[in-house]
């Protein structure tokens, strides 16, 4: 996982709706109430994401960002209500579902985590309008390191000196047959002092990987193990900067 922002995310969020051709318009807010309560401001179909309280974890190094998306559309209520409400129902199920798939984007993938259980609920709104359809409840997980060494702060974090002349840049490109671990002889009884798997930067960590931002590194034998089910794809590029 990528240290993204809330606004970053809420950019995803947005490039993933306006993706869809059945869904209209895209608001971000904090009260869904604010538009349902003057319905001439929107097309629909809509989505609605609305932040809950997020979660910052140093147990799982990763914050938490919840969202309820509403999926809302107009019912025709001239004739047959109930039949017309459920169409809307029907439809704005299926492009929930849409949704969730698309925030599954490849480009995405290691930047954060998506909650594996994604709750529903059916929503009938009360305006003048009548409208209908379903909200999500899904979790975005991004990666918290907890790294003094990039917070503005005039305290100056206690780190013992590295004499960079003796350390060494390490390049791997995997063949794809590595599956969820790797052994460097290169590495061995070597300290860490950065991971990239890609480009994208790892914490490394001595016992078994809590996020897809971790990467397991035991010293003795120069052995990398990643996150579990998570595997290196082949031509992946790996670079472990060492010292010692």
């Known amino acids: 996982m990528a240290t993204l922002t809330l606004n970053q995310i809420v950019k995803r969020l ?13 608001i971000n807010t904090d009260y869904l109430e604010e538009y349902m309560t003057e319905p001439d401001r929107i097309q629909y179909p809509v989505c609605v994401s609305v932040l809950q309280d997020p979660i910052i974890s140093r147990t799982t190094k990763a914050t938490e960002h919840p969202f309820k998306i509403y999926f809302l559309d107009l019912v025709n209520v001239a ?33 954060w985590e998506i909650g594996k259980e994604t709750p529903v609920q059916t929503i009938r709104d009360g305006s003048e309008d009548v409208v209908c359809g ?11 390191l907890a790294d ?22 390490i390049k791997y490109t995997a063949d794809g047959t590595e599956e969820g671990s790797v052994q460097l002889s290169a590495t061995v009884s070597k300290r860490i002092l950065g991971i990239w798997r890609d480009g994208i930067y790892k914490r490394w960590v001595t016992g078994t990987p809590a996020t897809t931002q971790e990467i397991q590194f035991d010293s003795t034998i120069g052995q990398f193990i990643l996150f579990t089910d998570d595997i290196f794809l082949e031509n992946e590029q790996f670079d ?5």
């Open 14 to 26: 947005q490039t993933a709706a306006e993706s869809h051709k059945q869904i209209a318009t895209f």
């Open 79 to 111: 004739s047959d209500t109930k039949a017309n409400q459920a169409d809307v129902y029907s439809d704005q199920m299926e492009t929930a579902k849409d949704f969730v798939a698309l925030l599954q984007n490849a480009d995405w993938r290691f930047d």
């Open 134 to 144: 379903v909200c999500v409840t899904i979790s975005i997980f991004t990666a918290f």
């Open 148 to 169: 003094r060494c990039q917070v503005p702060s005039t305290i100056i974090p206690d780190e013992p000196d590295i004499d960079m002349a003796t350390s060494t840049l």
């Open 240 to 244: 472990i900067l060492v010292y010692g």
